[in-house]
């Protein structure tokens, strides 16, 4: 069991960033040795670090406006999961706050998650180079156009907890997956015409038959996930 002086330690420790453009964002909007108080981002002022940005001053952001729209320098941010203020924690909304950041390659939501809105991440932007999207355990609906544009990404893991996959959020505007991954037990209620997700999906073994009978899911392209190999 975690101990509370073990918590506020890793929350006082400075998240390390993978890509040295969304730390310099970061940094400069939201962290540092004295934190910055910005209304509009939803900061406190929360005290860090020189250069860095902790995971504590993470958590006290609420929203990012344009910081990182149109910016081809960014490629990774899967430190977007530190974010658990962000939108309240619970659902990210319509704000493509990576529109125009087309070499985007990854990125992971924060565990607080539950609701992702449509066009959460790009909105009319040019084909982009996601090919990784992590989705979090606690995840429980997915809204339409949910990955505007989105032509490099191949395989989407859809979380254990997801309930719910609104109709075109798999099918509109250039996404071209070629395997989805379905973790739930139970078959997410799938309100798209199953012909227009025409690819393999891999389930639970003892979840086979359920997602095969299940409106919304095309039965020749379900097998279990026992078959599934990356």
């Not at 429980?140 to 544009?149: A, G, M, R, T, W």
């Amino acid at each position: 069991m975690i101990t509370e002086a073990a918590h506020q330690k890793w929350l006082n420790t400075p998240i390390d960033f993978e890509d040295a453009e969304v730390k310099r964002i970061c940094v400069e909007n939201f962290g540092g040795e004295s934190g910055i108080t910005n209304k509009r981002y939803g900061t406190v002022g929360v005290a860090g670090m020189a250069g860095e940005l902790t995971r504590r001053q993470a958590a006290e952001v609420s929203y990012f406006g344009d910081l990182f729209r149109d910016n081809p320098a960014i490629v990774k941010f899967n430190e977007f999961r530190y974010f658990t203020g962000y939108f309240s924690g619970s659902i990210i909304k319509r704000q493509a706050f990576c529109k125009g950041s087309v070499n985007l390659t990854e990125i992971t939501t924060p565990p607080t998650t539950r609701v992702l809105s449509y066009y959460w991440l790009f909105q009319d932007a040019l084909p982009n180079a996601l090919t990784k999207v992590t989705l979090n355990e606690g995840l429980e609906s997915i809204q339409y156009i949910f990955l505007d544009k989105a032509t490099s990404l191949r395989k989407l893991v859809l979380p254990s907890s997801l309930r719910e996959i609104k109709s075109g959020s798999m099918t509109y505007y250039g996404l071209k997956l070629s395997v989805l991954v379905l973790k739930s037990a139970v078959p997410p209620v799938n309100t798209q015409p199953p012909n227009l997700i025409s690819v393999d999906m891999y389930v639970p073994d003892e979840s086979v038959g359920l997602y095969k009978a299940a409106d919304g899911y095309q039965a020749d392209k379900v097998h279990p996930m026992s078959e599934y190999q990356e």
